[in-house]
């Protein structure tokens, strides 16, 4: 394998309350098998939560899924996007309902801030709906700059989250 192909983890949280959230999930990860240069790695159970900030909208269903990739962290922010868009997602107001929401939390060990793209996800550390699907998929997982997942995920323990699918 050549360095431009060389494979990089990547961990994607997944997201979704419009619709039929169990479908979009599956599709999503469906999508990430599929994207090129990339193997789907671990996925995590699926987790219902309640929305954070915006306006009142049902709640959430929440996963985290690795891939082991050979796209650049750019390259792979498109495919997610053009994956949210397959499914109709569009964006109107911060933090408003979706029918998929694809993050990229964590590229390798890097840490990136560019206007388009932070990694790791600037509030990952503060969400058990990403905390507790990462940890059951990588339970020693360091969040580059932060800390080690699990510590966090301690901090976390008020915020409700409901395993609803293994």
Same mark, same amino acid.
């Given at each position: 394998? !050549? !360095?431009?192909?060389?494979?990089?983890?990547? /961990?994607? #949280?997944? @997201?979704?309350?419009? @619709?039929?959230?169990?479908?979009?999930?599956?599709?999503?990860?469906? @999508? *990430?098998?599929?994207? +090129?240069? &990339?193997r789907?790695?671990?996925?995590?159970? &699926?987790?219902r &939560?309640?929305?954070? #900030?915006?306006? $009142?909208?049902?709640?959430?269903?929440?996963?985290?899924?690795?891939?082991?990739?050979?796209?650049?962290?750019?390259? *792979?922010?498109?495919?997610?996007?053009?994956? $949210?868009?397959?499914?109709?997602?569009t964006?109107s107001?911060?933090?408003?309902p979706?029918t998929?929401?694809?993050?990229?939390?964590?590229? !390798?060990?890097?840490?990136?801030?560019?206007g =388009?793209?932070?990694?790791? =996800?600037?509030?990952?550390?503060?969400?058990?709906?990403?905390?507790? +699907? *990462?940890?059951?998929?990588d339970?020693?997982?360091?969040?580059? #700059?932060? @800390?080690?997942?699990?510590? /966090? =995920?301690?901090?976390?323990?008020?915020?409700?989250?409901?395993?609803?699918a +293994?």
């Open positions: 394998m !050549s !360095s431009r192909d060389a494979r990089h983890p990547a /961990w994607i #949280g997944i @997201g979704a309350n419009l @619709g039929d959230p169990a479908r979009q999930i599956a599709a999503a990860v469906d @999508g *990430l098998k599929h994207l +090129p240069h &990339t789907l790695a671990a996925l995590s159970a &699926t987790y &939560t309640a929305p954070v #900030g915006g306006p $009142e909208q049902p709640d959430y269903f929440n996963a985290v899924a690795r891939i082991d990739t050979a796209l650049d962290p750019d390259a *792979l922010l498109h495919e997610l996007l053009a994956l $949210e868009r397959d499914q109709g997602r964006r107001v911060p933090n408003a979706r998929l929401d694809l993050d990229l939390l964590l590229y !390798s060990d890097r840490i990136i801030s560019q =388009h793209l932070s990694v790791p =996800h600037p509030r990952m550390h503060l969400r058990r709906f990403v905390l507790e +699907p *990462l940890l059951e998929i339970p020693d997982c360091i969040i580059p #700059g932060i @800390g080690a997942a699990s510590d /966090w =995920h301690a901090q976390t323990l008020d915020q409700n989250v409901e395993k609803i +293994p």
